[in-house]
């Protein structure tokens, strides 16, 4: 796992965004898995500004979703589906035909989620996934004690995370649903490349979980200590808990420019 510490949550986005270009300089159709949440946003605006500037040709990239609240209506402004299309599909400039998600509202939400891993295994797997942390260290939906061997399926909110995620529903819990599709620890794992963002205060002590302490479900993030291409961007304030912090700037300083994230 690589842990790399920006100033700020603007550089974290620059640097990210950055790596996605390179990515799609080397395969114009990549398979982006995007995150939802305040965190990815910089991220977002990054990759769009390179968009629009011609400095990134994104109109072969395609996009897939990490998580979907089950039974919000179809086209509810804070389904996943909808901030995804919104925050990274529209501004990329490209369609709904790019774009890969789980069905929310399905009848049958076991095979909706099934077909959701097959559809990723199909379309050849997610060259690079972006991930946020809930307080807790929840990666996607997958609540502290998520299975880290888990595939794409239907879980339970804690009631922390429906608090956390209130202000996206007039600051009204009960306007947050109960139930959630996530892809699972084992199909995030499945992608090449990971990238954890996380900033601000309140993310320190999950972060300083997920790096530094075990590899366990209570900490779902910490299962990216699995994976061989882990990449994790902090801020300052993020990166507060971290006792490795000196030896992890250290070591970005002097890594080779040509290796990228
Ligand atoms: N399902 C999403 C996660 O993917 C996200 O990482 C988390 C943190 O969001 P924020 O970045 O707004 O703190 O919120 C939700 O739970």
């Known amino acids: 796992m690589e842990v790399v510490i920006v100033p700020d949550a603007a550089a974290g986005g620059e640097l990210i ?19 939802t949440g305040s965190t990815p946003l910089p991220i977002y605006t990054a990759l769009s500004a390179k968009v629009r500037s011609g400095g990134v040709d994104a109109s072969r990239a395609r996009i897939c979703q990490l998580d979907e609240y089950v039974g919000l209506p179809a086209g509810h402004p804070e389904s996943y589906r909808s901030t995804v299309l919104r ?3 529209e501004p990329l400039g490209l369609g709904e035909s790019s774009f890969l998600g789980p069905d929310g509202n399905a009848a049958d939400i076991t095979a909706a989620c099934e077909a959701y891993d097959q559809a990723l295994a199909d379309a050849g797997g997610v060259d690079l996934q972006l991930l946020g942390i809930g307080t807790d260290g929840h990666i996607g939906f997958n609540e502290p004690c998520s299975s880290l061997a888990s ?14 995620n209130a202000r996206f529903f007039d600051d009204d819990i009960d306007q947050v649903p109960h139930h959630v599709i996530t892809q699972g620890i084992g199909t995030i794992l499945d992608a090449r490349h ?22 366990s479900a209570l900490v779902p993030a910490s299962a990216l200590q699995l994976h061989r291409h882990a990449t994790v ?20 300083a002097a890594k080779p420019h040509w290796q990228g994230l």
Not at 17 to 35: E, F, M, N, S, Y
Not at 194 to 215: F, M, S
Request: aromatic share 4%; glycine share 6%; charged share 25%.
């Open 151 to 164: 595939r794409t399926r239907i879980k339970t909110l804690t009631e922390q995370t429906r608090v956390d």
């Open 233 to 252: 961007v902090v801020d300052e304030a993020a990166a507060a808990g971290l006792k490795l912090a000196d030896y992890f700037r250290a070591t970005y």
């Open 194 to 215: 990971l990238v954890l963002l996380a900033t601000g205060a309140g993310k320190a002590e999950a972060v300083a979980a997920t790096v530094e302490g075990p590899v």
């Open 87 to 89: 925050e990274v599909v």
């Open 17 to 35: 965004a950055t790596a996605i270009a390179d990515l799609l300089a080397r395969k114009p159709d990549a398979l982006l898995g995007v995150a």
